[in-house]
T-cell receptor, first 115, second 114 residues
Framework: DTEVTQTPKHLVMGMTNKKSLKCEQHMGHRAMYWYKQKAKKPPELMFVYSYEKLSINESVPSRFSPECPNSSLLNLHLHALQPEDSALYLC??????????????FGQGTRLTVV | KQEVTQIPAALSVPEGENLVLNCSFT??????LQWFRQDPGKGLTSLLLIQSSQREQTSGRLNASLDKSSGRSTLYIAASQPGDSATYLC?????????????FGKGTKLSVIP
């Protein structure tokens, strides 16, 4: 099983809403990632969790709040977003954070539209 | 900042043709290089991973090579099929702030014409 599952697949939210994106994997991976992808652009790293601890925050605005409740689950809490935050949000995982065993597996993404 | 460049940005070939996609990167301090496929509006599917100690990897009709010294990787697709039409992304894996991360190129959009 090399599956990373993201829910929901699509989300439309207003600028005053609070919503959460969910990502789950059962491969025993200990590194999990959030990426943001705008149309016709490559994915850009937002956050990295290693062993359930936040190890990288790429200067992401505080309206995005990640959470890793356990080794299989990664959430991204959204609050007071702007229309320019509309994008495809991708979750990924890899076996570990080090240089070996780092093949990354991606979910199908959540298409977020902020209105 | 790490840069990953992919050439060409788009490629259209007739079915059955062999083709090569190119990826170049700055900074030879690389852990690995990973090739992905992305269909429109979808997530990324991992195709091949080459560790820094390796020179190539093969999977079916796909062959990826890595030359760290020149900062280049190529993805060779043999006997292309219409189902191969997608955007192909290469991503360089290295250590940032003590944690592994991927830096992506902008991708090559491949169209295989029946």
């Amino acid at each position: 099983d090399t599956e990373v599952t993201q829910t929901p697949k699509h989300l439309v939210m207003g600028m005053t809403n609070k919503k959460s994106l969910k990502c789950e994997q059962h491969m025993g991976h200990r590194a999990m990632y959030w990426y943001k992808q705008k149309a016709k652009k490559p994915p850009e790293l937002m956050f990295v969790y290693s062993y359930e601890k936040l190890s990288i925050n790429e200067s992401v605005p505080s309206r995005f709040s990640p959470e890793c409740p356990n080794s299989s689950l990664l959430n991204l809490h959204l609050h007071a977003l702007q229309p320019e935050d509309s994008a495809l949000y991708l979750c990924a995982s890899s076996l570990g954070p080090g240089p070996l065993n780092t093949e990354a597996f991606f979910g199908q993404g959540t298409r977020l539209t902020v209105v | 900042k790490q840069e990953v460049t992919q050439i060409p940005a788009a490629l259209s070939v007739p079915e059955g043709e062999n083709l090569v996609l190119n990826c170049s990167f700055t900074d030879s301090a690389i852990y690995n290089l990973q090739w992905f496929r992305q269909d429109p509006g979808k997530g990324l599917t991992s195709l091949l991973l080459i560790q820094s100690s390796q020179r190539e990897q093969t999977s079916g009709r796909l062959n990826a090579s890595l030359d760290k010294s020149s900062g280049r990787s190529t993805l060779y697709i043999a006997a292309s099929q219409p189902g191969d039409s997608a955007t192909y992304l290469c991503a360089k894996g290295d250590s940032g702030a003590g944690s592994y991360q991927l830096t992506f190129g902008k991708g090559t959009k491949l169209s295989v014409i029946p």
